[in-house]
């Protein structure tokens, strides 16, 4: 079998608004969100909420974090997006209230069907659940669920659900041990 991209097609996958919108958020996303000052967590808050994010009270994130399609994206209140967290939010990414995403995290709810001779899109959902610490450079695989309290260690590539309360290190990311001792 061989692989023929000049067939791939994205004719079943629906950005979630038009071209204009996509095309209006990029410009924005590529000016006055990604020059406005450090410490303005309330006006990118703002742009974003514009654009369709569900984004909760105290959130802060940093100005040159990135938003494919922020419509996908609901962040929970007292949330922290560090510098350079992709969010690649071809399909939907849940962050939960009091998570930590660290700086160069990339979110990746997009692939391909390796089997695939016109190399198909498959996109599934990134959930972190309140509490979560994502720490520094980790990428996330698409269709992934980080429960509640848990951690991915710097550098880490999570490639299957991580449980609560559990910090999973790694390439793949596997279990080290748990992040609070549990109560008798």
Same mark, same amino acid.
């Given at each position: 079998?061989?692989?023929d991209l000049?067939? *791939? =097609?994205?004719?079943?996958?629906?950005?979630?608004?038009? @071209?204009?919108? +996509?095309?209006l958020?990029?410009? $924005?996303?590529?000016t006055?969100?990604?020059?406005?000052?450090?410490?303005? *967590? =309330?006006?990118?808050?703002?742009?974003?909420?514009?654009? @369709?994010?569900? +984004?909760g009270?105290r959130?802060? $994130?940093?100005?040159?974090a990135?938003?494919?399609y922020p419509?996908?994206?609901s962040i929970?209140?007292?949330s922290?997006i560090?510098?350079?967290?992709?969010?690649?939010?071809?399909?939907e990414?849940l962050?939960g209230s009091n998570?930590?995403?660290?700086?160069?995290?990339?979110?990746?709810?997009g692939?391909?069907?390796?089997?695939?001779?016109?190399?198909?899109?498959?996109?599934?959902p990134i959930?972190?659940k309140?509490g979560?610490?994502i720490?520094?450079d980790?990428?996330?695989?698409?269709?992934?669920?980080?429960?509640?309290?848990?951690v991915?260690?710097?550098?880490?590539?999570?490639?299957?659900?991580?449980?609560?309360?559990?910090?999973?290190?790694?390439?793949?990311?596997?279990?080290v041990?748990?992040?609070?001792?549990?109560?008798?």
């Amino acid at each position: 079998m061989k692989i023929d991209l000049s067939l *791939y =097609s994205q004719k079943e996958y629906s950005r979630g608004r038009n @071209g204009l919108i +996509v095309l209006l958020w990029w410009f $924005i996303q590529g000016t006055i969100f990604r020059f406005s000052i450090h410490n303005m *967590y =309330s006006w990118r808050n703002f742009l974003l909420k514009l654009f @369709g994010a569900n +984004v909760g009270k105290r959130v802060k $994130i940093r100005s040159n974090a990135k938003f494919t399609y922020p419509w996908k994206v609901s962040i929970g209140d007292n949330s922290w997006i560090g510098d350079n967290v992709n969010f690649y939010s071809l399909d939907e990414i849940l962050i939960g209230s009091n998570c930590v995403i660290s700086q160069d995290t990339y979110l990746c709810t997009g692939s391909h069907d390796m089997n695939d001779p016109y190399f198909g899109l498959i996109t599934k959902p990134i959930i972190i659940k309140d509490g979560a610490w994502i720490a520094s450079d980790v990428f996330v695989y698409p269709g992934i669920t980080i429960n509640e309290m848990a951690v991915i260690a710097a550098r880490s590539t999570v490639t299957k659900d991580v449980p609560p309360n559990e910090v999973f290190a790694g390439s793949p990311a596997r279990f080290v041990k748990k992040r609070f001792k549990e109560e008798a």
